[in-house]
C-alpha cells in the first residue's frame, strides 16, 4: 500500500511538473509577443519622427532661370558694332554692305547658331559662293533684289522683297544682289556657329565706318575665305 501511494505521489508531482512548465512557456510567448508589439510601435514612431532624406534619390535642383550675363541675351541695336563691307571708300558705304554681328563664336561661344543684320548698298551684289558646312537661313526686311541660285546646274534668279524668307542648305552656289533705290536689308542665322565661319570671315575683311580695311591680295582673299568656309565660285572664262 505504502508503495502504491508513493507512485501515486510521483505521478502526481510530475502532472504538476508538466502543467507548471507549460504555463512557464506560454507566459513566455505571450511576453515576447508583446515586446515584438512594441518594438515595432516604437519602430513606427521613430520612422515618423525621422526627417525625410532624398540623398539616395535625385539631386537638389540648383538650375537657375536667370542667365549669368543678361547682357549677352537681350542686345539692343547699339550695342554691336558696325562694320562696313566692301565700301567704295572709308568714308563712304556706296554699294558695299552694312553688317551688325549679334552672335557670333566669340560673344556667343555655347550657342548653336550666329545671327547677324547685313544691308546691301544701291547696285551691290555679293560673289557666287557656297559654304560646305554651314546652312543659312534669311529673311528679307526691306527692300527689293534677286537671290541667285542654282537648281541642277542651272542658273536661276527669284526676286525677293520684305517678308520673304532665303534657305541656303550646305554646297549650294549662291549669291544675291540689290535691284532696288534703297538698301536691302535682311537678317541671317549662320548654322553651325563655327569659329571660323562665314561671319569670322566678315568680320576680318570689314571696318569700321572711317577706318581703313585690312588691304589683301586676290590670293590672300581667296585663302582667308577658304579657311572661313566659304569657296568662291570660279568665274567662266569664255
Known sequence: MIKNENVIK?????????IFTLLQSCGKK??????????????????KSEPHSHEEELEPHTHSHSP?????????????????????????LGSGGMLQIYMDAESHPDASSGFAKYELGVGGALPEHKH????????FISGEGIVISYENDKR????????????????????????????????????PNAKHGLLNFFKTVSAEPGKQATALSAEEFAKLALENDMILKPAKID
Open 10 to 18: 510521483v505521478m502526481v508531482l510530475g502532472v504538476l511538473f508538466m
Open 68 to 92: 549669368q550675363d543678361p547682357g549677352n541675351r537681350i542686345l539692343k541695336p547699339e550695342d554691336v558694332k558696325q562694320l562696313w563691307v566692301f565700301p567704295e571708300s572709308k568714308d563712304k
Open 132 to 139: 560646305n558646312k554651314t546652312e543659312e537661313i534669311a529673311y
Open 30 to 47: 505571450e511576453n515576447n509577443y508583446k515586446a515584438n508589439e512594441q518594438i515595432a510601435k516604437l519602430s513606427l514612431v521613430e520612422e
Open 156 to 191: 536661276k534668279e527669284t526676286v525677293v522683297k520684305e517678308g520673304y524668307v532665303w534657305y541656303t542648305a550646305p554646297g549650294e552656289w549662291h549669291s544675291f544682289k540689290n535691284t532696288g533705290n534703297v538698301p536691302l536689308k535682311l537678317v541671317f542665322a549662320t548654322v
